[in-house]
């Protein structure tokens, strides 16, 4: 596949929700190896991730160190409790995205305005999509045109670097879910955090 003849290859953003949430960092991982894109910016934006479909742990790890990455969680918690997706499962990509420094990540939750999975989804007004406007808007800002402190603030410093925090952070883990972390074959052990 050649190159794209009118458009600024040298940086490039990935955002999905949910299912599309979790193919983000395969589309990513090929963009950068087989296209060489991203060489001067790269970030991803994973709204309630689910499973990285396609990537194993050595893929995760490996991702290039000049991504910017943002994860939001919504609901109370940040543990799904309303679609039953087990937390474990974004925890656990965040956790083994090593490669990329803690300086440049954040694990946001966003429980305002009755948000949940479906957040990202329907026809709200922009003033109603902050929770995920605002760090898109700053993550787009820092990654591709400034690097001011300031706007890296605002796209990095809303959430937290270390979310499971040893199992005493700000994610509660449910006993049951109704899509556990183990429930698909996937090439990462999603129940075991990974910290």
């Known amino acids: 596949m050649a190159k794209l003849k009118y458009v600024d290859t040298d940086k490039i953003g990935v955002v999905g929700h949910s299912a599309g949430g979790g193919i983000i960092f395969k589309i990513l991982d090929y963009y950068t190896k087989e296209m060489n894109y991203g060489t001067n910016g790269r970030f991803l934006m994973g709204l309630d991730p ?59 939750i966003y429980d305002k305005e009755n948000a949940n999975h479906s957040y990202p989804t329907g ?34 410093e809303n959430g937290n670097d270390d979310p499971y925090e040893n199992g005493n952070g700000i994610q509660v883990i449910l006993d049951t879910y109704k899509y556990p972390c183990n429930g698909a074959r996937t090439l990462i052990d999603y129940c075991a955090i990974v910290t």
């Open 50 to 108: 689910w499973f990285a479909f396609g990537m194993n742990k050595e893929a995760m790890e490996s991702l290039p160190s000049n991504t910017n990455l943002v994860f939001i969680k919504f609901g109370e918690g940040g543990n799904n409790k309303e679609d039953g997706t087990d937390a474990r499962i974004p925890l656990t990509e965040y956790y083994l995205l090593k490669s990329i420094d803690d300086i440049k990540k954040d694990y946001q």
């Open 123 to 156: 026809s709200r007004s922009y003033s109603q999509m902050q929770g995920i406007l605002r760090p898109l808007d700053a993550l787009l800002e820092y990654t591709f045109v400034t690097q001011s402190e300031a706007i890296r603030k605002v796209a990095l």
